[in-house]
């Protein structure tokens, strides 16, 4: 396994981390982008899925967009596009294979990857949203000045996974992920949703691997996603 830090902006503190499997395979690669907050990364949302997607045969690159005094959505927005545009670049030589990229999104990394999922010429397959932030309602205390994710939404949006939890008191499914399934349904955007009975906002993987940082609490249905989304995944990585 190899573990590289790339720069992608000194100024704003921005980097992709790639995780890649030894092999001269070209294999799919998915993108990470934490939540957080604007405030900080946790290896719960970032690290620790990059490797659980690597044992499933997957490259991984986690997406450190500006956060903290460098925060602003503008230029996160413009920081997953380059990190797009650095593996499509140097997709030989990470042993990528660019007709199986997608990215996963927790939070306030989940609106980020739905705004760029209805991008036109993507050069992404999929995307999966882990209980994201859909429409501007954190603004004021994430501190940042983001959009309405739904008024985006085209045919062209791809095909989406999304999960969460009915306990979520952060994005509450009425506000969030309820309105965005109904918008993506609208315009006739294949997805699949798993909304949890049990679980809360930002448990990531939910399983032993990040029991550590959830105060030391397993979450074993809602940990399912994991597996659900291998399963979604392999109409986009298996052609």
Known sequence: ???TEIELNREQATYLDLYLNNTENRLPLIFIVPGGGYKQFQAKDSARVALSFMTKGYQAAVIRYPI???????DSKATVAAAVQYVVDHAAELNVDTDKLGMLGFSAGGQLVAEYSTHANNALKYVLL????????LDEGMGVKSEDVNA????????TFI??????????YTQHIGPYSETLAT?????????????KHGI?????YVADQNAGKVY???????????NWLQHYTNE
Request: no cysteine; aromatic share 12%.
């Open 163 to 172: 999960f969460g939890s009915i306990n979520d008191t952060v994005t509450p």
């Open 1 to 3: 396994m190899q573990h």
């Open 152 to 159: 985006l939404v085209t045919e062209q949006t791809l095909p």
């Open 220 to 230: 074993p249905e809602f940990a399912s996603w994991f597996e659900m989304a291998l």
């Open 130 to 137: 882990g209980y994201p932030v859909i429409a501007p309602t």
């Open 204 to 208: 990531s993987l939910a399983n032993e």
């Open 68 to 74: 903290g005094d460098h925060k602003n959505y503008a």
């Open 187 to 199: 315009n006739h955007v294949p997805f699949e949703l798993h909304e949890f009975s049990t679980g």
